[in-house]
Structure formats: C-alpha cells, structure tokens
C-alpha cells in the first residue's frame, strides 16, 4: 500500500480527450469533474457561494442584460438593461425613486434599445459618463447625476461652444500696392482640462494697402468663451492660418503673417444616417474611438486630443486632430471591439488589428495598424486580465489571450480553452465578466444557461477551468467592486410555480468569518435578527435554579424593544468566554417571552440551561428569533435548503410565500440547493518508470487536506459516498469549521482506477487544497 498526494487542482477540469496525456504537469494538477467548485489561485478548490435575490426584472418576458458602471471604488452600480428600458442595482439592492410621485418605486429610465438590441450593445466608460455604439442607433451617451437621477440622449459631435455670430473686419485704408485679406474668428472654451475651439465665423473681404498694412476685426460675444483665435487668408486661396488671439472682441492685424500649419477647425460628425452608426466604442491616448459601421465596417474613427466629442480636423492636419483610417486585410472583416492597452488592440470578426502612432504620438500622419492574428472574435467583449486581453474569437467556442509576447516579439493569441474543449464544444458563449478580486476568475455565459469559470493568473501560467449550474438557465452576467471584493451579479431565468420569472441575482461573498453567515444556497434570502447595536442590552435576572422551565426576568436597556404582542417571541443571549486551557467558548441560552410588564421589561421563560455568565449581567449578543420565515415568494413551490444558526436544517417546500422551521433560529439563509462535485482523474504515479493505467487499483482510505470546511463526503463516485463523521460536545453551538486533515472511512470494495469523487450537498461551505488517498496496486 502506499499514499499518493494530489497537491493542487490549479489545472481546473480536463477533457477527457486530455485523460492520457500524463507526460504533461496539467494531468497531475488536473480534475475530471469540477461542478460548481472555484479553482484557487494557490492550487485549492471550494465550492462557490450562493446566489441573493436580490429583484425581479421589470418584464421577466423580455431578456435583460446586465453593463457594469463604475464611477469610483465606492460608487458602482450594476445596469440593467430590459427592452425599451434600464434599471439601477447598487450594493445587492435595487435603486429606488427618493423623491417625486414615484418615490419608493424603482428608478426606471426610457431607452431605445430593444431586447433584441442588447447583445451588440457596445460601451465605454470615463467618469460618470458612459458612451454606446449599437450599429442601428447613433452614439448614446449616459450620465449618472445622483443615484436615482440618470440621463440619456445621443452624443452631439458639434464643439461645446458656438461660434460667433459673425466677424467684421475694417481696412485702415492707405495708398499702394493693395492686397485682399479675409479672416475667420473662432471662440474657445477653456476649462483648465481640455480646449475646445469652436467652428469659424468668417469675415468680409476687405482691401489693404501697402503703406499702412492693417486692419480691424470685430465680433460679437460667445458666451462661456475663455478667448478667441484669429485666422487670415492674405493670398485669396482660401487657407487661413493664426495670426493671433484676443481676450476682447476686436483684434488689429498689423500685417501679421499668417501661419499656414496652423489652420481653424473644420466640423465633422461621421455618424450621420442609417448604415453610418458605429458598432464598436473605446479609448486610447485620450481620445474616444469607434468602428465598425453597417456601411464602413473595417473603419476605425478617433475624436481629436483630449476632445471626445470633436471629430474635426484642419487642412493641412494637426497633430491633435480627429483620425480615420480604414484597415487593410484581404477580406472584408467587420470591426467588433477596441480595447486600449500599450496599443490600441482591434478585433474584427476575421483577425486582430493593433494601432499605435510613432514616437511624436498617435496622430493622422503617425498612425499605423498591423495585422496581428487571424482568429476573429464574437460580439462578446474582450476583458483586461494583467497585460493581456482575453477575448472570445469569432465562432465563440474558444477563449483566447491576447498580449505582447517576447518571444514573437509582437502581439500574440494564446489558446485558453486547449486542454478543456469539451466544455465548449458545440456550445457557444454569449457573455462575460471578470471578477479580479479575490480569486482572478473571467466568468462566461453558454448558451445552455450554464456559469464557466475560468481561474486566469497570466504570470503564474495558471489557466483553470471549472463550471456552475443552477436550479434555472444563466443569461446575463456583470462584475463590479463592492467592498473589499469585486461582486459578480446574474440574469437567471427560473420557472417558479409554472411560471418563467428573470430574477437579477447576486453571488454571496466566499469570505466567510463566521459559519452562521455561511451563504450557499442559490436565489435566496437572509433572516438575520442579530442585533447590531453594542448599547441595546437585555439583562436576565431573578432566576434561582437557572434551568428550564424557570421563568425570569429580561429586561432591556438602551431601547424598549417589547409590545403586548411580544409574548411568543423567542430570543437567544450569547458571551464569549475563556475555558479552562485559554480558548474561546460561546456560551447561549435561548429564552421565550411568557409575560409583558413594560415596553423595556418581560418576563421569560428558560428554553435551556442558562450559563452563569449570562446571570444578571448585559449581554448586547442577542438576536430575535423565529419560527417561520417569510418574504419568499420569489421560490413558491420549490423545495428548499435551509441553514439555521450554522446548522443544516431539513429541506422545506415554500408555501404561501414562507416556510416552517422545526427550531426558532435567529440567523438563516433560504434558497435552492445545487450539488458541488469534484472527481480526480485516473491515478498515474509521477516519476514513475512504468504506468499504473493498465493495474487494478484499490483505494483502502482517504484523507483530504481540507481549509475551513464541513460536510463532506467522498468515495469512489457519486453512488458511493462517505461522510466524513465530526464529534460535537455542544447542541446550542454549530460544529466548528475543519480546517486540517479530514480521514474519511471507506468501504473495502473501493476498486477501479483511484479516482476520487467529492461532494457537498449541504449550505456549507468546502475548500479542498488536497486529497491523498491510500492504494494497493494489483495486476491487470
């Protein structure tokens, strides 16, 4: 007999096409199955917290999407896009009205985005304005003001400041050689981050003559205007170059000669018309881009310098002027995504483009595209994972990373989906999302409903795969920071009652600091009658024996929580004590209110021993419990898992919207269970000089090395399992988290190739960093 150590798991699950291939690392690291377990950036495994209900979607008929938005790292918010419409998600809740003959309902803001519209929907973001590019629809801009006070309406590509009214210029007269001089005067808005020049006013035509050389140009006020800029044309050929500016309205040209390089602006809006409308929309060297319209699909736009709603330029060019340029490649390859990294990266529907500038910057006379790769991408955006873009390529079935490789010394694709095709094959993903912290997961929408995670850390070549189902069919999902965490938010269509609902739904934190807040359960909700604030005490006293049934007074100090209707009402006492060797000990006592005297004094009756200290001392540990909870409509008719206090409760069936509990329980979470199972693959021995592939193999014990876990069970697969047996001294308590070696005791007919097979079926939470089982090798 011997044991064999599977370390890590960082190889996340492996296609079976991949399941002899044991003269790679990836087999020895890898999983068969990986169900609803997270790949661990260290090598582990857990399984992924619950899903909160957070709302229903406004129309659960119509398909809704959702965009992150992110103004700072304390306000982000989670969009929802349904049809015709978009609602606000911020920290696990839905925005609602605050004021106005709405107030109380939820913020709902008109759009002209169909449901059918949402998935070329295209957007970027800078500060709290948020720009749209849907090939169907001009630009869209998006401004959040307040939470609750959101607006919209097409960009305007026109200068933020008009021109002037009109421009005089008047000769001084004189005698000589005469010469026509014409001007033009702009105005400009300067607001100490940007310089935003307005569109020219051009004035008559006037004579100067060689003695004297000048002239008078007037103009009427702009309002808001910092300055203006006078241009001239001395040789009537039309090209104006600066002569000078002015703070008044009036400006004398004393035969100033014009700068011909330096040219005023000429308006430009290229996204006039059906067919015009750009699909794709990002940044790059302050400046916003689009690309890919129906008429000019390989077309790439950039607005001026600093200027994102300014597409003009000037004849001849300016280094700060708007951009386009149309890329070249053999076939007509419509532009999808712009994604700005150390270069502009372009991906189109048939190959990967970058666009950077020379060493002066990005300009009109700089720019240069290169074909990178010839892939493709699918609608589905590419995200930003260190230096490198991962993106979806064009048949939507394979996950590349994209980034600037040393050893092709250029932009490279990497293959992420290489060793783990068979979670994509024949399928297609249609969303995505990352999720940096904690755990560096992209997360992906299939078509089939079902959560693929992939676990990406480029610098430690970690790329693990794992996926997640649910008692319903994923559809959307969205990632924004919240906390210390960034929090993914999803879409899911449940049939509830007989009934399609859309519930937007969001997954629990897996950092866990107590086993009462454990949250692992799917589209549920949380009963927590803690109480939260350290000056509302309640005292007992008047107890003689101090075991149950006695009957003695509580009395609460700080608030005056009680009514005559507070008779029935449970409650439970905590205080964390030392034990004899220096460890912490939670001591309870849970109480039942028999009698009211006044708003802040009852008296109670002992459910159980009460521990000394909790005799006559404030305890502010305490939480309201109860028998029956409520508010769970959302899951009418489905039968439910429950955890109370840390314990497993028994599954209930909801009815009338609620459930019964056989316990009052201060603490609980109520959702949907789904089963979380990992299974190793065949063992092989590394290093070994000969394979075990073709030897019978006995597993006699096992021992899983797991990090602050309970129920578990393992065995050789799922119809032959074994719980892992934990002793407990304390019923008031929950059993403590494992965090160790967990033996396991299997049965001695635990014959086949030394796979291993893992389950949680509870609402408790499992972290795996290593499984060793115990094997005799026979024969073949």
Same mark, same amino acid.
């Given at each position: 007999?011997? +044991?064999?150590?599977?370390?890590?798991?960082?190889?996340?699950?492996?296609?079976?096409?991949?399941?002899?291939?044991?003269?790679?690392?990836?087999?020895?690291?890898?999983?068969?199955?990986?169900?609803?377990?997270?790949?661990?950036?260290?090598?582990?495994?857990?399984?992924?917290?619950?899903?909160?209900?957070?709302?229903?979607?406004?129309?659960?008929?119509?398909?809704?999407?959702?965009?992150?938005?992110?103004?700072?790292?304390?306000?982000?918010?989670?969009?929802?896009?349904?049809?015709?419409?978009?609602?606000?998600?911020?920290?696990?809740?839905?925005?609602?009205?605050?004021?106005?003959?709405?107030?109380?309902?939820?913020?709902?803001?008109?759009?002209p985005y169909t449901q059918n519209d949402l998935d070329l929907l295209n957007f970027t973001q800078s500060a709290d304005v948020m720009t749209f590019a849907q090939p169907s629809y001009k630009p869209r801009e998006l401004s959040r003001l307040a939470h609750d006070n959101w607006t919209t309406a097409e960009i305007s590509l026109a200068p933020r400041i008009a021109a002037p009214a009109s421009a005089t210029a008047v000769s001084a007269g004189g005698g000589g050689v005469?010469?026509?001089?014409?001007?033009?005067?702009?105005?400009?808005?300067?607001?100490?981050?940007?310089?935003?020049?307005?569109?020219?006013?051009?004035?008559? +035509?006037?004579?100067?003559?060689?003695?004297?050389?000048?002239?008078?140009?007037?103009?009427?006020?702009?309002?808001?205007?910092?300055y203006y800029i006078v241009y001239k044309d001395n040789a009537g050929a039309g090209i104006y170059g600066f002569i000078g500016r002015a703070t008044a309205l009036t400006f004398t040209d004393n035969n100033i000669t014009a700068v011909k390089t330096d040219t005023p602006p000429n308006g430009n809006d290229p996204f006039v018309g059906t067919g015009n409308y750009p699909g794709a929309v990002g940044y790059y060297q302050q400046r916003l881009a689009f690309g890919g319209?129906?008429?000019?699909?390989?077309?790439?736009?950039?607005?001026?310098?600093?200027?994102?709603?300014?597409?003009?330029?000037?004849?001849?060019?300016?280094?700060?002027?708007?951009?386009?340029?149309? @890329?070249?490649?053999?076939?007509?390859?419509?532009?999808?995504?712009?994604?700005?990294?150390?270069?502009?990266?372009?991906?189109?529907?048939?190959?990967?483009?970058?666009? +950077?500038?020379?060493?002066?910057?990005?300009?009109?006379?700089?720019?240069?595209?290169?074909?990178?790769?010839?892939?493709?991408?699918?609608?589905?955006?590419?995200?930003?994972?260190?230096?490198?873009?991962?993106?979806?390529?064009?048949?939507?079935?394979?996950?590349?990373?994209?980034?600037?490789?040393?050893?092709?010394?250029?932009?490279?694709?990497?293959?992420?989906?290489?060793?783990?095709?068979?979670?994509?094959?024949?399928?297609?993903?249609?969303?995505?999302?990352?999720?940096?912290?904690?755990?560096?997961?992209?997360?992906?929408?299939?078509?089939?409903?079902?959560?693929?995670?992939?676990?990406?850390?480029?610098?430690?070549?970690?790329?693990?795969?794992?996926?997640?189902?649910?008692?319903?069919?994923?559809?959307?999902?969205?990632?924004?920071?919240?906390?210390?965490?960034?929090?993914?938010?999803?879409?899911?269509?449940?049939?509830?009652?007989?009934?399609?609902?859309?519930?937007?739904?969001?997954?629990?934190?897996?950092?866990?600091?107590?086993?009462?807040?454990?949250?692992?359960?799917?589209?549920? @909700?949380?009963?927590?009658?803690?109480?939260?604030?350290?000056?509302?005490?309640?005292?007992?006293?008047?107890?003689?024996?101090?075991?149950?049934?006695?009957?003695?007074?509580?009395?609460?100090?700080?608030?005056?929580?009680?009514?005559?209707?507070?008779?029935?009402?449970?409650?439970?006492?905590?205080?964390?004590?030392?034990?004899?060797?220096?460890?912490?000990?939670?001591?309870?006592?849970?109480?039942?209110?028999?009698?009211?005297?006044?708003?802040?004094?009852?008296?109670?009756?002992?459910?159980?021993?009460?521990?000394?200290?909790?005799?006559?001392?404030?305890?502010?540990?305490? +939480?309201?419990?109860?028998?029956?909870?409520?508010?769970?409509?959302?899951?009418?008719?489905?039968?439910?898992?429950?955890?109370?206090?840390?314990?497993?409760?028994?599954?209930?069936?909801?009815?009338?919207?609620?459930?019964?509990?056989?316990?009052?329980?201060?603490?609980?979470?109520?959702? @949907?269970?789904?089963?979380?199972?990992?299974?190793? @693959?065949?063992?092989?021995?590394?290093?070994?000089?000969?394979?075990?592939?073709?030897?019978?193999?006995?597993?006699?014990?096992?021992?899983?090395?797991?990090?602050?876990?309970?129920?578990?069970?393992?065995?050789?697969?799922?119809?032959?399992?074994?719980?892992?047996?934990?002793?407990?001294?304390?019923?008031?308590?929950?059993?403590?988290?494992?965090?160790?070696?967990?033996?396991?005791?299997?049965?001695?007919?635990?014959?086949?190739?030394?796979?291993?097979?893992?389950?949680?079926?509870?609402?408790?939470?499992?972290?795996?960093?290593?499984?060793?089982?115990?094997?005799?090798?026979?024969?073949?």
């Amino acid at each position: 007999m011997s +044991s064999v150590l599977q370390p890590t798991f960082a190889a996340g699950e492996l296609s079976p096409s991949a399941s002899a291939r044991t003269d790679i690392a990836r087999y020895y690291t890898g999983l068969k199955l990986c169900r609803n377990f997270m790949v661990m950036p260290y090598g582990g495994v857990r399984n992924r917290a619950g899903t909160k209900f957070v709302c229903e979607v406004k129309d659960s008929t119509k398909r809704c999407r959702l965009i992150p938005f992110q103004f700072n790292d304390v306000q982000t918010y989670v969009l929802a896009f349904g049809d015709l419409n978009m609602r606000v998600i911020k920290d696990g809740g839905q925005v609602l009205y605050s004021a106005g003959p709405s107030v109380g309902q939820p913020f709902d803001l008109a759009l002209p985005y169909t449901q059918n519209d949402l998935d070329l929907l295209n957007f970027t973001q800078s500060a709290d304005v948020m720009t749209f590019a849907q090939p169907s629809y001009k630009p869209r801009e998006l401004s959040r003001l307040a939470h609750d006070n959101w607006t919209t309406a097409e960009i305007s590509l026109a200068p933020r400041i008009a021109a002037p009214a009109s421009a005089t210029a008047v000769s001084a007269g004189g005698g000589g050689v005469q010469q026509a001089w014409r001007y033009q005067v702009t105005a400009v808005l300067d607001d100490g981050n940007t310089l935003d020049e307005s569109l020219p006013a051009t004035s008559n +035509s006037v004579i100067s003559f060689a003695d004297t050389a000048v002239a008078t140009i007037t103009w009427p006020a702009v309002a808001g205007a910092t300055y203006y800029i006078v241009y001239k044309d001395n040789a009537g050929a039309g090209i104006y170059g600066f002569i000078g500016r002015a703070t008044a309205l009036t400006f004398t040209d004393n035969n100033i000669t014009a700068v011909k390089t330096d040219t005023p602006p000429n308006g430009n809006d290229p996204f006039v018309g059906t067919g015009n409308y750009p699909g794709a929309v990002g940044y790059y060297q302050q400046r916003l881009a689009f690309g890919g319209s129906d008429l000019n699909p390989q077309m790439v736009w950039m607005s001026k310098t600093g200027l994102f709603k300014n597409f003009g330029f000037s004849l001849p060019s300016k280094d700060d002027d708007s951009i386009t340029a149309r @890329l070249v490649s053999n076939k007509v390859n419509r532009v999808r995504h712009l994604t700005g990294l150390r270069k502009l990266l372009v991906f189109t529907s048939g190959s990967e483009f970058t666009i +950077s500038g020379g060493d002066s910057g990005l300009s009109a006379k700089t720019i240069q595209s290169v074909t990178e790769g010839y892939d493709g991408s699918s609608i589905v955006p590419p995200v930003v994972v260190g230096n490198s873009a991962v993106y979806v390529q064009a048949r939507g079935s394979r996950v590349s990373s994209f980034g600037y490789s040393l050893n092709a010394d250029g932009f490279a694709a990497d293959d992420l989906t290489l060793f783990s095709a068979h979670l994509f094959r024949g399928r297609e993903l249609t969303n995505v999302a990352y999720q940096k912290i904690p755990d560096s997961i992209v997360w992906y929408v299939r078509d089939d409903g079902i959560l693929l995670g992939l676990t990406y850390l480029p610098e430690q070549q970690l790329v693990g795969w794992h996926w997640h189902d649910t008692d319903g069919f994923v559809e959307s999902i969205a990632c924004v920071p919240e906390g210390q965490e960034d929090a993914l938010y999803m879409v899911v269509r449940r049939t509830v009652n007989g009934v399609q609902k859309r519930y937007i739904e969001r997954m629990a934190s897996r950092q866990i600091t107590s086993i009462e807040d454990a949250f692992f359960v799917d589209c549920g @909700l949380t009963y927590d009658g803690r109480n939260t604030d350290s000056a509302k005490t309640f005292t007992l006293s008047g107890g003689s024996t101090w075991l149950f049934p006695e009957v003695v007074t509580m009395t609460a100090a700080g608030h005056a929580p009680f009514t005559v209707g507070s008779v029935g009402f449970d409650y439970s006492l905590k205080r964390e004590t030392m034990d004899e060797n220096g460890d912490p000990v939670t001591e309870i006592v849970r109480v039942e209110v028999v009698g009211y005297t006044s708003p802040s004094v009852v008296t109670v009756k002992l459910l159980i021993i009460c521990p000394e200290s909790l005799r006559a001392a404030p305890v502010s540990t305490w +939480s309201r419990q109860v028998k029956t909870l409520s508010g769970l409509g959302h899951l009418e008719g489905k039968t439910v898992s429950i955890l109370t206090d840390g314990s497993v409760h028994p599954q209930r069936v909801v009815t009338g919207g609620s459930v019964a509990l056989q316990e009052a329980a201060g603490i609980a979470h109520v959702g @949907l269970q789904y089963f979380s199972d990992m299974e190793t @693959l065949d063992l092989e021995l590394k290093n070994a000089n000969e394979t075990v592939k073709d030897k019978k193999i006995a597993v006699t014990s096992l021992t899983a090395v797991v990090e602050e876990s309970r129920g578990i069970f393992a065995g050789k697969d799922r119809n032959h399992l074994y719980p892992h047996k934990t002793d407990r001294d304390d019923y008031e308590s929950p059993i403590e988290l494992l965090t160790g070696q967990a033996e396991i005791s299997i049965s001695n007919d635990w014959q086949g190739k030394g796979r291993v097979f893992i389950r949680q079926a509870d609402p408790l939470p499992l972290s795996v960093l290593a499984v060793i089982p115990e094997v005799t090798i026979g024969g073949r």
